[in-house]
Nanobody, 125 residues
Framework: QVQLVESGGGLVQAGDSLRLSCTASGRTFSRSAMAWFRQAPGKGREVVATISWDNFTHYSESVKGRFTISRDNARNMVFLQMDRVKPEDTAVYFC???????????????????WGQGTQVTVSA
């Protein structure tokens, strides 16, 4: 059974840093694209950052220059380093993984077959 488990969320102040982790189990994702999405209250789920199997990255305009996505294939993990956070970053953050190997990354929710349960990030002003 494939599982993605996020951790590292919490309550922080604007300007602080936070590091989210996602641990995958049940299969290896070292050759698959992975991504972080988020969903704020009353809003739809949106992409935050994606990383390809060969480490090409993409960021949404709202987090570019502040967030960094990375992966550790040996541990089957993906990370999201969040720096200089803002109140508008408040959301539930989800880890996602593509079933396909050697595929391109995508900003589309439907591209990712595997999802974690989410971790809450709350940024106070």
């Amino acid at each position: 059974q494939v599982q993605l488990v996020e951790s590292g969320g919490g309550l922080v102040q604007a300007g602080d840093s936070l590091r989210l982790s996602c641990t995958a189990s049940g299969r290896t994702f070292s050759r698959s694209a992975m991504a972080w999405f988020r969903q704020a209250p009353g809003k739809g789920r949106e992409v935050v950052a994606t990383i390809s199997w060969d480490n090409f990255t993409h960021y949404s305009e709202s987090v570019k220059g502040r967030f960094t996505i990375s992966r550790d294939n040996a541990r089957n993990m993906v990370f999201l380093q969040m720096d200089r956070v803002k109140p508008e970053d408040t959301a539930v953050y989800f880890c996602a993984a593509d079933h396909q190997e050697f595929g391109h990354t995508s900003t589309q929710i439907t591209r990712y077959e595997y999802w974690g349960q989410g971790t809450q990030v709350t940024v106070s002003a």
